[in-house]
Every structure is written in structure tokens, then in C-alpha cells.
């Protein structure tokens, strides 16, 4: 199809798609207004395992299973970038040069920020249950923070700091503690992610019973995640290489990784 | 006016997702193409987020100040957003590892000059 | 009381055991042997299987319903928690995608050398997508699990990443079932925000009654993913895309439960939810027009391809389209022969894809032209397997008595001329005809050799096309290869002769179609069946194995004339007036992601136009 032509079917295209979004918008009931009554569901659920941050009731309790998938979909699509970045034939790895050149105000602005950035994360993971956040948004704090170490020019440290065979293994075991924690209320409670922990006090950090500890399973997959998957990329980047001279390779050496 | 401000949010949505689909379908570039896909995805956060919005209502994390009255946006929608956030992260790093090799392979990242699979 | 039921405590395990397997070939499948990390997956493909079977069983005698952590609705009926239901369409589709992985699996058993214990990681959790998509019972849950099908699918599409056509295909693949999965979100949110509610059993009934535009629309985003996942023209681009270069084991999946998972969206979602509203005036309309255009244009594509995968992914896009016209009539008859053509054609088709794996294996090639007569270098008891397996696909596809397929199309066609559609078995056959005569083409080429030498071989982008599989020096093809893809065959015929398997089909079509049945069951734990009424269909009787004769000879014919047309007075090859639209079509079908994104919107529009209430 020639490009002009693409053009012409894009207009008419976007011009059907623009009624149809509008005749939908028009329907919807008008922005900002009283009635979401699966939100006061919600609310009373949450109140009811006395998990103060309602967001986290609907995302680790009420709604458990879709979050079991979410983070199945991570867990899944690491395993897709590493069977798709995998080095094949023809490439070699190479040391990365560790004299990258980074301004010193950015190198003192990591080291006082990597700490906190750190601290942030846990913080943010633990207190799931309770204040904003929970284990995804503390996790990409966490695997952020660690990746702060490059921007400050110390890829070598990053790479100490994150055995990536350890990693794999703790990402593993977010996603099997999910679901050993949704499995345990399966066989105390007789359904699947039952909240069977007991929910104490609203507001203790100790609340909402599972609702915590499938924040930190989460946190523990995420932080792994985010963290393999970034060093799947910068390993592209920085220390994959063409084979100078083709038709030498050894094709077991590039399988055998 | 009121008529307008009732449906302005969800149009600002619905016109974020359609500009990520022209960004694809226009491109000439697949790691823009895979940026216009996130792009579109945003809409649908917007979308979301438009649809939990409450007039007066504040972030629905209980405590001293907010109590079981309290007028609170809808918590179920931010979940779901949460939920779309961590499945286009994956669905990115996917789609642009893909982008990686075909650009080692064929040395070009432009959709229109990739012809291999004409036929 | 239903909180005592442990068939739907247990429900859910047939979506976490596999994902449960996977994390752990994530965790340390690296260290693990080979063998170990095959043999493992394999066991939980059955594990799945067995769970399946059993469920199978009891969804004959009521529904199976899991409200996951114990939030079952109280007596108002509106609920925070996740249902998933199966009945026994649902549940035979689960069934039908732990089957076909587990003939995957053993097939490629040792196929793959590079990836490590990736490509078992991945087909887990595909298969814990495709199940999860087969229960669940809310909408946002459908989407999750659609995304994890996709994600699994994208990266096993893409495997072979030396491969750049493959790479490609899988990006296509990707960025396209992405866009519309997105819209589909959309839909949800509009869903979501006209009622506040997400399960379909709620949304069944504060949806009734509802005969607004807005409702059409919502439908039609929201079926967006659906109808791109079941390659419906105009949303069918990125399928030969990704079937002509995935795996061949994973091809098996695609083709045969995957692409026919998201006419079961669309089902699921339109029967339950929107059966009452005014989705209902039109979707006959919709079903019927989209259908037959996909049927017709995926016919001809079929005929014009030389990549035997490629023609083989036209193929599974014809049967959709007729999956989708014989359900426009709208009845359980119908929606039976559909349910067994899906299991007969899964079959059959597996069988074909795999016999092209073997092909590949054996000539590094699977473009028909390089191929012809490559069938008969195929010494001993080994080639007559391969070449007899491809000739009963291939006949099977086409509607042989007793294959399945047929027995599904022959049940299809009875239902729609009793609803009054007369032109629906010629339609029928035609389709079949013109698309398991494009298969008997390539199996007179390969394994007879029949007609002239092909010319113009080297065409670009038609061989070459290189799998990493294990490479075997020896002269015979791996045993499991062949059983594999026999097994296929012999399950692809036998059900067709599963006694009153007719019947049964149709029992389980009309209690998919209860929705006031699966309300009951899931909102009030009312789980029972109501009793059947009415007369059922009987399976094969006179007329329909005459037709079925008839389209399987018209194939017969399609192919001998397309291998002997050069022995034809010239006057016969097709004049310029067919061979321009021809052409058009080719270039329309041009691997660009951009194009197909295009055409997508254009699918929207059309869908909402033909749905929308006149």
C-alpha cells in the first residue's frame, strides 16, 4: 500500500473512529459525579479487612487474581526478553569500559540519592497496606534507585550489586510467594486468596492480614523484574558485539550463554 | 459550558489514544512506533482515572483525616490502572527487545523498508 | 450450600499450576537438565489436562463457579471479588489448549537448543492465559489473561530471532493485538462506568433492557480485542504474519484454540452481558457480513500462497469467517456444529502444521514450489506416515465423513437451512472447498509430484526459512514427530465418531447460551442445569455425508486444477479482470504495522456502523 494511499484510509479510519468515540463519551455519565457503586463496595470491603489503603484492598485482596496475572505477565515477559535478547551467533560479549566520563555533580548527586532512593522503595513496598503505594510502585522505586549507580557512571558496582542469577531466582520467588500466600488461603479458608491473616487494626502496619504480604511478594518480582529486564538492555547496549570475522563462530558457544 | 467540562476528560483520553494510533500508523521508525503504542496506552489511564474522578473527592487511603464518610474517588479504577501500568511495561520491554533484533538483522528500524514479509 | 462445592475451590488451580511451574523454570530452569525441564513441563501439561478432563466431566452435570478469596456477592447480588464459571464449552476449550500443548510439547521435544528452559517457561504460561481467558467471568479478568496469552505469544512468535521475518512477524503481532487490546480497555472503562460493575453475570442483568447507542459502542471497543485475536477481516492482518514464521509447535496452538479464543470472547462477552440490550438487533448482521468477508477473502489468499504455513494461517482465517457466518443464525444447533468444527479443524490443522515441521526439518524449506516431489524422497514406513498423515489432514480439512471437521460443518449447515438460510451449505462448501483444495494442491506437489516442475523457485522471502531445532543427521525422521502429528489425525476422527457426540454438543451449546443460567449460578450459587428441551440432532445421517462427499470432491477438483493448469488451452488461466483484484489484495496484505493499524480503525468504524441500531 502506497503511502498516500495509507494516508487517505488513515483519514477516513480516524474519522469513524472519532463518531465512535464520541457517541460512547456522550453516553458516559457526566465527569466528576456521585455514582461509582462499586467504589462504596470497595471502601465497605476494605473497612471490613480493615486495610486503610483502599487501593491496595482492591489490587491484593478483592481483586487478587488480577493482580496474580499482572504479575504473571512481568515474570512472563522477562522470560520473553531473555529467550529474544539472548546473544545468538556472530555476537561476543566485551568488558564495558569503566572510565565512563559523568559530570561530578552528577556523581554527587547519586551518592546522596541512591541511599535514599533505597530506603524510599522499601518504605513504600512495606507500607502497602497503609499509605500510597505497594509492591509495584515501590519496586520500580527500588530497581530505579539501583540503576542511579549507572547514571553515575559506576556500571561496574551495578553489576556487583545485582548478581542477575540471584535475581532471577528472587523474581521467581515474588511470583511463587504470591502464590503460596493466595494457596495458604486455600487451604485454611477453602478459596483461593482468601485474606486468612489476621487484619488487626486499621492503620497498623501490621493490618489487613495477606493484603502486606502480597505487597512485599509483589515488591520482591518487581524489584527482580525491572531489574533483569533493564540489564537485559544495557547488556545490548554496552556489551554485546558483532563477531569481527564472520564464519568463525562456534555455534555452541553462543547457545551455551 | 457545564456540558462541555461533564465530557472533557474523557475526551482528552479519547484523543490521546487516537494520536498514539496515527503516531503508529505514520511511522517510520519502529522504536517510535513502540513509544505511540505507550502513547496510546496513557489514554487509557486517563480514561481510568476520568472515570473514578468524584467532585470534592480525595485519594481513597484511610486514616486520621479521612474517615468512612469522607467522599473518596473511586480505588477500583486506580487498581485497574495499576494493573494496565505493570502489562504495558512488560508489553513494551517485549516489543522493543523484538525492535533490538530486527534492527542487528536487518539494520533498519523503518516499518516501510522491512519488505521481507510481502507475498 | 455451594461454599462447600470443592470442584470450584479447585477451580482456579488449573490457572495457577502452570504459571506456578513456570516461576520456577524462571527461578533455576537455567541449572536444571534439559530432559528434567522438558519431562517437567510435560507433566504439567497433563496435570492440566487431567484437572481439565475431570472438570470436563462434572460441567456436564452442573456449572462449575469459584469466587475467588471468598467474596461472593451477598443477597443484593453486587460484589467486590472475581468469578471465574466454567461450563462445558468453557471448559472444553481449556481442555482443547492443554491437549494441543501437550502434542506441542511432544513434538518438540528437544527442538530447541538455544533458548534454554525459556521456550517451556513461555508455553506455560500460555497455556495459563488461554485457560484463565476460558473461565474467567469478569471483564477486566479477560483482559488481564488476554494480555498474558499475548505476552507469551509474542515472545514464542519471535524465537527465532536469527530469523528477521520472524522478528518481524512478531512485532506486527504484537503492536496490532496490543492497539486493539488497549480499545478493548476502553470499552471496560465505558463498561465500567455506565454501570460500575465488571462481572458478566452483574452486568447481565443491569445491562437488560438497555437498547441505547452508548451500549453498542461500548460493545464494539470492547470487542475490538476479541474480534483482532479471531482475525477477522479487516482485523486478520497480523495472523499469517505470525503463523508463517512462529514455530511450528506453537503454530499448532495458534491456529488451533488461540485465534478460536477470541470468537469465544466475543460469545462469552455478547451472550451473557449484552444479550439484552440493543447489541442484539445487529449482531446477527455483524457476524454475518464480517464473516463472510474474512471467509471469502482468506479463501482466495489461501489459493495465491506457496509458503505452506502461510497457506495454512489463510486457511484457519476461511474457517473463522465460517465460524462466524454459521453462528449468525443464532442457535444452539449452530453454536454445536461450530463447537465440534473448532475441535475437528484444531485437529486436523495441528496434524498439517506439524507435517510441515517435518517437511522444514527434513528440507529446510516449506514453499511449495522448492518442495514438489520432495515427498517422495522420503524413504520407507517413515515417508508413507508423513505423506498419509498430510493426505487425511488434509481431506479432513476439507470435511471428509468421518472427521470431525465435517461432522462440525455438516451440523452447521443443517442449522442454518433450518433457520431459513438456504445459501448457507453451498456457502459452506464453497469456503471448504476452495481452502482444503489450496492444501491438496500442496500435498499432490510435495508428495506426488504431480504436474510440471514448478518455475520461478527462488522468489524472495518464500524458503529459507530456518527453525533452530535440534539438528538430526540421521537419515529418519524423530518417532515423536510423526506420532505427534498422527495422533492429531486419529483424534480429529475419532471424535467425529464419538457416539451422540452431536447431541452432546448441543446440550452444551444451549446451556453456554443460558444466561439467566449462569446468573443464577454465579450471583446466587444456583449451579444446576434446567432440563433440556426440544429435540437434538443425531450426527452423521444420509445428507450430511453426501455433502460432505461433495465438498471434499470439489477440493479434489479445485486441486487437480490448479497443479494441471498448465495442460489447459489458454484460454482458461485467469483473464487481467481477476488478476488485477488479485494483485490488489497481494499488496494490501503488506507486512507494514502501520498499514494494519489503519485498517483496524477502518474495522472499528465499520463494525459500530453495521451494529448501531438503523
Redesign the interface.
Known sequence: MSRRARMVLLALGLAGAVVVLAVGVLGLPAFGGHRHPYRDLAVAASFRHATANAVSAVNFDQRALDTFGEETILVASVAGVAALLRPVRRERRRQVDPEMPVMDSTRLLTAVFFPVTLLIGIDVVAHGAITPGGGFQGGVVLATGLHLLYVGGRYRLLERMRPLPLFEITEAAGLVSFIAIGLAGLAVAGHLFSNVVPQGRMGQLTSAGTVGLLSCAVGMAVVSSVVILLAGFLDQALALEEEPAAGQWDGREGAAR | MIGFLAYYPYAVAGAIVLLGLVGIAISRDLVHAVVCLSVCQSGTYVFLLAVGYQYGGIAPIFGSTVHRGTPVVDPVVQALSLTDIVVSAAITSMLLALVIQIAKRRGTVDPDELRSLEG | MP?ADTAG?LL??LV?IP??A???????G?RLPGRLVGAGTMMVAVVVGGGGTAALIITGRRRIV??????RPGGSG?????ALQADQLSIGLALLAATLMIIALGFSWHYF????S??H??ML?FL?GMT?FALAGDI??MF??F??M???A??LT??K?????A??????F??VN??AA??S??GI??V???????NLAELSRSLAGDH????V??F??LSTGFLVKAAVVPFHFWLD?AH?VAPTPVCVLFSGVMVELGLYGVLRVYRIGFAATSVAAGIDRVLLVLGAATAVLAAVMCLL?R?LK?LLAYSTIAHMGMFLVALSVGDPESLAGIALFVLGHAAVKGALFLCAGILLDRFGSVDEFTLWGAGQRLRGWDGVGVRSIFLLAALGLAGLPPFAAGLGKSLAETAMTEAGAAWGPPFMIIISALTGGAVLRVWLRVAVGAGRKPEGIE????SGDEELMEVDVGEDIPNRMIISAGALVVIGCALGLVPSIAARATVAADRFLDADGYVAAVLHGRIGYPPVAGPVPSGWDLHGVLLSCLTVAAACAVAALAVLRHRLPGGLRPPEVVRRPVRLL??????????Y??????G???T??ILAPA
Open positions: 461454599s475451590q482456579p488451580l495457577i504459571v506456578l513456570a516461576a520456577v523454570l524462571v527461578g533455576v537455567q469459584s469466587w475467588l478469596g471468598d467474596w453486587t460484589g467486590v471479588g472475581i537448543r538455544a533458548p534454554g525459556h521456550f517457561a513461555l504460561f495459563a484463565g477486566f479478568t488481564v489473561f494480555e498474558m499475548g505476552v507469551a509474542y515472545a519471535g524465537l530471532v536469527e530469523d528477521p521475518s522478528v518481524q512477524g512478531a512485532i506486527n504484537g503492536i496490543s492497539v488497549y480499545l480497555l476502553i472503562g465505558m465500567y462506568a455506565h454501570t460500575g460493575e465488571l441505547s447507542t452508548f451500549v459502542i461500548a464494539v471497543l504474519d508463517a500462497q509458503h502461510r522468489a524472495e522471502g518464500m497481494r499488496r494490501v496484505h503488506s507486512g507494514r504495522v502501520g498499514d493499524v489503519v485498517w483496524l480503525l477502518i472499528v468504524g465499520v459500530a456502523a
